[in-house]
Structure formats: structure tokens, C-alpha cells
């Protein structure tokens, strides 16, 4: 068994608890809080961080709450054309997702009590939740959504205070969502606020300026990559994949082992940065689904929750193409970002936070691909784009970010144009 202790108790002094294990599935009378989200965040090929990734590739139900109907940006800047993620496309601020995490209670029946549950962001905005909390974003106008920069030391908060465990009767809001449904196949218990607003967990999500615990630098001498802690944490992360997603359905992946825990400067683990054509296969992403579960498990999540977050990311973690490395965050980690209290419940209540860090990796191809673009002879003809639209939309995800870092870093009159004519700028920054 490992040992996790509670965030904090507001209230009631720390104290060390022993993981839950998969002990409710043969008692159900004890207490825990189970939690488990994904941090992403991308890099360059010498492991920079990369702005404005808060595109929404996953939207949630038009139930939740958000820090705004309508972020906007400055009003003295032109928006771009769009939102995402509630907050002006492309925020250059925005080095970091938070994604879809969740809280589910367990609790013997007989629990009548209301529970209490802060979580702080640090270096973000928590910018959408259900059910209903209590909300504190520095930098958002509460009034006109107004969305101004997002410092690092930013410090934004949740707060739902008189959280219910409700019966089975109460249900979650009528939705035919993915990525709302697959979280709510656990066996914990229904939870409700004032007002009747009720669901089988607390979700939130956000967007934040800091920077994943790794960097990952390729290096083209020996065509490796060298995984570097970014901090002191990250010496003690464990579990690593590298992963490669290709738009035909077919992936493969490696189990990347780390060196032994060190405060050395030697990289915590290095690998090949490509696979051999064998590798790819529909086998291989089932495979590495079937690792990542396993892992999650012995993490400390039950079977059921390590199904629903997998369940929940299926599309994004092992369909959508691009090259991406897998990590469990430490739980220093996690509670140094997001900090937890939690009132209301018994001292001996167990608690297990597992996330999920990933980090999308700009690959050969999608830098071979921006290329093509940015050295295109006379952009302004007409037609001209034609030829690259198709392999611009297959840079993924984060395909805007990535075009306009390259327009930061190395501009060309091919890029300018490019950018102007489809409305990809981003969040212009103020000196």
C-alpha cells in the first residue's frame, strides 16, 4: 500500500491516509474521496512551452457552469473569430489544460452530513464546474466576462460548501455527451447542492500559465529524446509512455523507463523519437489503454474510475494523431497546483488524487508541414492555399498555436498572409 495524504481540512490539523485500494468493493462502510483529471500542456522540439492551447476539442454539456457565459478578450483589441475553452482563442497565457477532472464521494448510507469542497488553481483560472460553487478568477470581470492577462502567480478558486450525498432517486442533468456520461458509470454516491442541482461528481476544469513537470528535448544528432524534470517533482515521476497516434486509426507506443530517483543533472530518462513502421497497429492503442488502466489501478483508483477517465479521453488520448508522452503526476505535484480541502467528512476518510500529465510533442511532420506553409511563393494569388488546407487541419489539436509560434519565431510574408486570411490570429498581448 502507498501513502497519500489529504491536501487539507479546513479546520483540523494534516494528517497522513492510507489509499483506498479497491476496499468498497467488499465493504461500504468507510469513507473516500477519489479524484482523477489530466494536466496537458505543449512543447517544442527543445522542450519550450507552448502558448494558447485552451482549444476546446472536448465540449462539455451546455449545463455547466461557467466563470462566464462569454469571456471576452480587451476591449481594445479585435477578437479573433471564436472562443475556446470560454476564454479568447489562442491566449498566448495559456500554457496549460486542465482537463476533466472529477470528485466522487463514498460513504455509508447512513451518512447524513453535508461536506464541504475547496480546490485552488495555482498559475490558472478554473474556468468551467458543475454543479453550481462559489467562484474566484483574478483577471475575469465577474460582471462583463472581460478576460485581461493570466500572470503565473494567478490563484483561481472553487468552493462548493454544502455539498449533499442524496439518494439514487436524485439524477445527473439529461444529456446524450460522451464525455459527461462516461464519468458518471462509477458506483459512488450521488451528490447534491442547495438549489437541486445534483450529479455522480464535482467536475471542474481549467486553463493556467505554468509549466508541466517535464521537459522533453529531441535531439537530432541520435534522433533520441531526453526527458528532463522541470522540477524537483518530476525526479519522482514513474510512469511514462511515449505514444504516436497517426490518422488512420493506427498508434504504437513504448513504455519509457526512468532512471533511478536522482537530484543529479542527468536526463530522468531518454528513448528513440520515432518507431519502426511494425509498430503501428489498432492492437498497439489497445494495448496501451490496457497498460495506462493498469496503472491507474495500482495508482489507487477502482476499476470503474479508471474506465471512466480512459472512457472519457478515448478520442483524445488514443484517436486523435499526433505524438504525445504520458505521465502519472506525483502527488506532490498535483497538491503543490491544486490544492484540496475538503470539510465535513471523518478524519479517517481516505483521499486519492490520480492525474494523468501529457504532453503533446511537435513532431517532424507537423513541423515539415508549417514549413510548406510558410515558404508558399506569392500567398496572395488566389487558390494558393488549397493545396496545404487538408495537411494544415492534420496538425491536430493544436494546429493554431502552432502556426502562430512559428509566425513569432520566424515570420514570413507566407505566414502573415495565412494567419490574416482564416482568422487565426490570437490573443494579442499588451506590452
Sequence with gaps: MMKQPIARILGMALFPLMLAGNFLEAADDRFAVHEWGTFTSLQDEEGNTLGGINTDDEPVPRFVHNISGTLLIHPRVNAPRGLSKEIAVCHRDVTMRLETP???????????????????????????????????????????????????????????????????????????????LAPREVKARMLGIPGGESERFLFYRGVGNLDAPLRVVRHEADRSLKINPASVAGRSIRKLWLVDIRSNGTGAFRVVEPRSPSLDAAPLAETRDSFLPQDYSAAAIVGLRSAMKTALVEEGLFDDEAEALLNTWEVSYFKSAGMRLFFLTPLEWTNEVLPLTITGL??????????????????????????????????????????????????????????????????????????????????????
Design 102 to 180: 472529477v470528485l466522487y464521494v463514498y460513504a455509508p448510507d447512513g451518512f447524513r452530513g453535508t461536506v464541504g469542497f475547496k480546490v485552488e488553481f495555482r498559475g490558472g483560472w478554473l474556468t468551467q464546474f458543475f454543479p453550481r460553487a462559489d467562484v474566484g478568477a483574478p483577471g475575469v470581470d465577474p460582471k462583463t466576462g472581460i478576460a485581461g492577462r493570466l500572470p503565473a502567480d494567478t490563484v483561481g478558486w472553487l468552493h462548493w460548501p454544502k455539498v449533499s450525498l442524496v439518494g439514487e432517486d436524485r439524477k445527473g442533468p439529461e444529456t446524450k455527451d460522451r464525455v459527461w
Design 346 to 431: 471523518p478524519k479517517q476518510t481516505e483521499v486519492t488524487r490520480v492525474m494523468v500529465g501529457r504532453i503533446e510533442l511537435v513532431s517532424p511532420h507537423q513541423r515539415e508541414v508549417i514549413r510548406k506553409i510558410a515558404a508558399i511563393p506569392n500567398p496572395r494569388a488566389s487558390g494558393v492555399w488549397d493545396p496545404v488546407m487538408d495537411e494544415f487541419t492534420g496538425l491536430g489539436r493544436f494546429a493554431r498555436p502552432l502556426i502562430l509560434d512559428e509566425l513569432q519565431r520566424r515570420p514570413t510574408e507566407a505566414l502573415k498572409v495565412f494567419v490574416g486570411a482564416f482568422g487565426l490570429g490570437g490573443y494579442p498581448q499588451e506590452p
